[in-house]
């Protein structure tokens, strides 16, 4: 077993404790940005759609159905504020990607994989023309992405993609010691403002005639035969012709759906503003977001005043399934990030990061979206997004909205959307499965990416990482 580069290269523990010393622990999209509050749901309502939940998905959803009927009632209930979880706080990659990667699709659905990713492309594009149509300042731009070998047997997984670079065309373009190779897709991957673009989603739905309620958590859906769901908050309840879910990560209203996914928590640093003397020294003059190909990997991009975001590697479960506040303070994870951080780029070695900040991903064990609907067709559902649910939210939006109709349109037609992941086990098995998943996908990060016997048989029964 080799050492990967970040374990050869360590910076000094010294350099890690100054850069962490004043470092805020909350999230710098959320902080950049000063949303209004939108009133608490209280009485008795009545709704052609409500949506659960305030983040893309339930936003996308509320926003798509108002554009395809303007005189429907729409009410979007949030138990928190807009965009406070996953939509606020991800790196704001906005991925063409509806499968993980196209590798990821291309393994589960052959068939269709050419299609998801046109479809993928359509999705990327009508979100860009979105944000146009709506003057919306989400800080949008179609950046790219920059993938980088930094281990040599990576460099083969490189060399046939399309902008494939040697490391010093890589290096040439942002300059890391760490950096072996790399390929540059272009147009598949915009970068956003993850803050913003959630109140910007939210203000452009209540444009439309949405409307809000905040602080306002769904206890229950009572659904009785023939009859319209009813959705009760603490304070008050909407009865309603359909119901769109889009609780991510947290406990699902149907019983059905809470063993398809499990909380993985991800970590995040957030550099202060670069100087003009530090930017020069790592040379990353464009705007494409970066990520390497680690199993454990890591992804980082700019911001508008030239921050770093550095996420990514350590991700997370805790047992039992739990969400917890607590478990976003862990000060390991914040330090290996800090070393990874320095050893990819050497030359920022004083820079001093401003923000941590954590939380947990909605993971399935296919890796992207799963869909579908209950309750008679009253009730539709959209989760598991695995991190890649910036752009991906938008077409289950769509997804949800046509499994509401009832009638069936290429989206609903989908193997894709049709098959459903496989479930994870209850506890204990749950826990000693990620446990060992994760140790195992640390050891092929140390064997050249060979898979050991473990991985193999998560591959061959589709529960194979393969992003």
Not at 36 to 60: E, F, I, M, N
Not at 305 to 317: K, M, N, S
Request: with cysteine.
């Amino acid at each position: 077993m080799h050492t990967t580069v970040f374990e050869r290269r360590p910076p000094a523990a010294s350099v890690i404790d100054h850069a962490l010393r004043a470092t805020r622990h909350s999230v710098f999209w959320l902080d950049d940005i000063t949303p209004p509050s939108y009133p608490r749901l209280l009485g008795t309502h009545l709704a052609d759609l409500v949506v659960v939940g305030a983040g893309y998905a339930g936003l996308w959803t509320a926003l798509r159905a108002k554009e395809r009927d303007p005189g429907r009632r729409v009410i979007v209930v949030e138990a928190r504020t807009v965009g406070w979880a996953a939509s606020g706080r991800n790196g704001g990659f906005c991925e063409a990607s509806l499968t993980h990667g196209h590798d990821n699709g291309a393994t589960r659905w052959p068939d269709e994989i050419g299609r998801l990713d046109e479809l993928g492309r359509e999705n990327l594009d009508a979100i860009g023309e979105t944000v146009a149509r709506y003057g919306m300042d989400a800080e949008f731009e179609r950046a790219g992405t920059l993938s980088v070998a930094v281990e040599p047997h990576q460099i083969e997984w490189l060399a046939e993609e399309e902008g494939f670079l040697d490391a010093a065309a890589t290096r040439a373009l942002v300059d890391s010691p760490t950096y072996l190779a790399g390929a540059w897709e272009r147009d598949e991957t915009a970068l956003v403002h993850p803050g913003k673009l959630a109140a910007e989603l939210a203000r452009v739905a209540v444009a439309a005639g949405v409307e809000i309620f905040e602080h306002s958590r769904v206890v229950d859906i009572d659904s009785e035969a023939g009859s319209r769901p009813i959705v009760r908050t603490k304070d008050g309840a909407v009865r309603a012709a359909a119901v769109a879910l889009a609780t991510n990560v947290f406990p699902s209203l149907l019983t059905r759906t809470r063993l398809l996914t499990v909380p993985v928590y991800d970590y995040v640093l957030m550099t202060e503003p670069l100087t003009a003397e530090q930017k020069a020294a790592i040379g990353w003059e464009g705007r494409q977001g970066i990520a390497d190909l680690a199993n454990q990997f890591h992804y980082y991009r700019l911001t508008r005043d030239d921050r770093i975001l550095f996420g990514g590697y350590d991700a997370i479960y805790h047992y039992g399934r739990k969400v917890r506040p607590a478990y976003e303070e862990r000060a390991s994870s914040y330090r290996t990030l800090a070393s990874h951080f320095f050893t990819t780029f050497p030359q920022l070695e004083g820079l001093r990061f401003s923000h941590r900040w954590s939380g947990p991903i909605d993971t399935c064990s296919r890796f992207c979206a799963f869909y579908g609907v209950a309750r008679g067709g009253t009730v539709a559902y959209a989760a598991g997004f695995t991190g890649l649910g910036v752009g991906a939210t938008r077409f289950a939006a769509d997804v949800m909205l046509d499994l509401l109709g009832g009638t069936p349109t290429e989206r609903t037609e989908l193997k894709m959307v049709k098959d459903k992941p496989i479930p994870f086990p209850p506890e204990p098995v749950a826990a000693l499965g990620v446990t060992l998943t994760k140790w195992s996908l640390d050891r092929a990060d140390h064997n050249q990416g060979r898979r050991n016997l473990l991985l193999r048989t998560l591959d061959a029964v589709g529960m194979g990482f393969d992003s």
